[in-house]
């Protein structure tokens, strides 16, 4: 270890640079994630709206990810929401209706139950801008429960859908609110709407790799085995690759193969990176204890945290840190 210590080092600078300034990073990182979609948002509907749109301004934009950045995650999903919205108003009834069903439907059966995954709403479409889809359900697995899974599926949800009604914009003009429109060509809109989400073959495999691996990391990082963060990011990594070479072979979808493979290498990467600052143990110091009390005997695991001491930090810099992580719980006395 101390040809690395440097790196340990740098890493306990970072983890008590982020204990003191936990609420501006956290500030930082939830402007420039709102920022991201907004401006996303405009680059795939905003500038299709006829005589433009005020929500195509980057000031504007920019004062929006601001509140974002002072709020609570879920009224940041909500600003998102909205401006969604306001886009596709401007833009076609049809793919607003379906798009407030969508919304209403996220809210009634999961969000409001679990609003800190919002972030991991908002997530997927900067991930998916960037080809690296593949790195949120690891994170959700490894930050947060097995329901975030339901996150990264609505994630990806909407991300198509914007796709999709951007495609299909020139058979959408022109049923924006206020014009004329014949009840057949509403129900033709609605129709073909609704077949291009049904239809779409790769989304839905996209969709199935990213939820079983959001599934599978969260529940082996759990594992009372050593290294089960890499074990788990691992698996995941594995899992979605396969899912989506199975699909491919079955549904004939013409993947990008090169790009989903060097997508899921760097997610792999990142992933580590995470796990690295999060859950870095040093399973070559492992107690086992051994104690007991009038109902059960308690066998414990404690594995303690990989920690550098350097003379540049300060003695109080390790009195904030976690005990050592329990990896057993109680056994009952046979």
Known sequence: MNSNSGIYV?????????????????????????????????GHLGVHIAGGSALNSTLLNVILALV????????SAGIAGLVLIWDL????????AICAALILVCLLVYFRFSPRDVMILLLMPVAYALKLPYLVPI????????????????????????ILVEKMLPSLAGTAFGTANSGERLIANFRGLVDGMVNNKSMIILMAALFAAAIAVSFIRR???????????TAGSILELVILLI???????????AGVFVGIVVSFLLAQVVRFFIFNMDYLRVENVQFEDDDYYYYVKAVPKVMVFSSDMEDDEFDEFDPPVIENDVIDEE
């Open 10 to 42: 740098l890493r306990e600078k970072l983890i008590q640079l982020y204990k003191r300034q936990e609420f501006l990073i956290l500030s930082v990182f939830r402007f420039v994630v709102s920022l991201a979609v907004l401006l996303l948002l405009r």
């Open 68 to 75: 974002c950045s002072m709020l609570p995650p879920g009224f």
């Open 89 to 96: 108003y401007k833009l076609s009834l049809e793919a607003t």
């Open 139 to 162: 994170l959700a697995g490894l930050l947060f429960g097995p329901g975030t899974a339901v996150a990264v599926v609505f994630g990806l949800l909407f991300t198509e859908y914007v």
């Open 223 to 233: 594992l009372a085995v050593e290294n089960a963060w890499t074990i788990a990011i």
């Open 247 to 257: 699909g491919d072979m079955r549904y004939g979808t013409e993947i990008d193969l």
